[in-house]
């Protein structure tokens, strides 16, 4: 009974083992489940948060390209205001048309001389800086509708300067710096010619240079720093052509000026016994009538 009783017990012992056993295993089985699931969610949670992330630089890609674009429009925009305001779409087709500010801070513009006027004026056609080759397709006829009086400041005009302003500026491109509104509304400028690729001419001092034209005064500019500059440069100009003795400078010959001084004083001469012939008939007249008495 005893040794019955003990073998009782180890099989209690033994099915309490194996329940034991059984019990860990799937305990343990559930341990892994668990752990896989864990991992798995985890690994689920990564790809959700690589797949947010994903999607938010998508976003901020697509965002920037929408941001590069609107800055591109707004840079756009604001080179078009720029230039409308600067006029440079503008076309001047009179006097009136130009700017204050143009000729207060003296800002240079392109035209096309079209006409060399009787008093020495000159009709030139503005060409807008943005749009010149929309103009140089224009008509004859258009462009002389719209043709800006333009005047030579500083200089007066002598023998010579007309012909000479004629067969050098007709049909040239030139810029044009302006100073003042005349009160006949014409503008007061300084024209620049181009002598070739790399210089540049001003007309108003060549005249100068060529003996056809000489320097004046402008009362109105005496405060004008701009001005006072170019007027030495047109008195130097000036003084250039009288020491040159070019155009109304020009000096007479040597045998000229010889032959002026020798028949100066047989002028007077010639003068001096025509005179004297004059008064002797006067005498003779009055001693016939005396002696006729």
């Known amino acids: 009974h005893v040794h019955g009783y003990s073998l009782i017990w180890d099989d209690s012992d033994a099915k309490k083992s194996f329940s034991l056993r059984k019990s860990s295993e799937i305990v343990g089985n559930h341990a892994k489940a668990g752990n896989m699931a864990v991992e798995m969610e985890e690994k689920h949670d990564e790809d959700d948060k690589v797949d947010i992330l994903t999607r938010i630089t998508d976003s901020i890609d697509n965002h920037l390209r929408g941001f590069r674009n609107v800055s591109w429009v707004l840079a756009g925009a604001g080179i078009i205001l720029i230039a409308r305001r600067t006029y440079v779409f503008r076309h001047f087709k009179v006097v009136s048309d130009i700017p204050k500010e143009f000729v ?33 397709s224009d008509t004859e006829a258009s462009k002389q509708s719209s043709l800006l009086a333009i005047s030579l400041i500083g200089v007066e005009f002598r023998e010579g300067g007309h012909q000479w302003l004629s067969g050098h500026l007709m049909s040239a491109d030139v810029k044009i710096t302006p100073f003042q509104v005349t009160k006949k509304h014409t503008l007061d400028c300084m024209v620049y010619k181009k002598k070739n690729w790399f210089s540049t001419i001003c007309v108003n001092q060549e005249l100068l ?85």
């Open 209 to 293: 240079h060529q003996g056809v034209a000489v320097t004046c005064h402008v009362p109105t500019l005496v405060n004008s720093p701009v001005y006072q500059k170019l007027q030495r440069q047109l008195l130097k100009a000036e003084i250039s052509a009288e020491k040159k003795g070019v155009g109304i400078w020009k000096r007479p010959s040597r045998i000229k000026a010889f032959w002026e001084k020798i028949s100066s004083p047989i002028s007077w001469i010639k003068r001096g016994l025509s005179a004297f012939q004059y008064v002797r008939s006067l005498f003779s007249r009055k001693a016939t009538n005396h002696e006729e008495k």
């Open 104 to 136: 207060a801070k003296n800002i240079t513009f392109r035209g096309h001389v079209c006409e060399v006027r009787p008093d020495n004026t000159l009709g030139i056609y503005h060409i807008p800086l943005l749009r010149r080759l929309k103009y140089s």
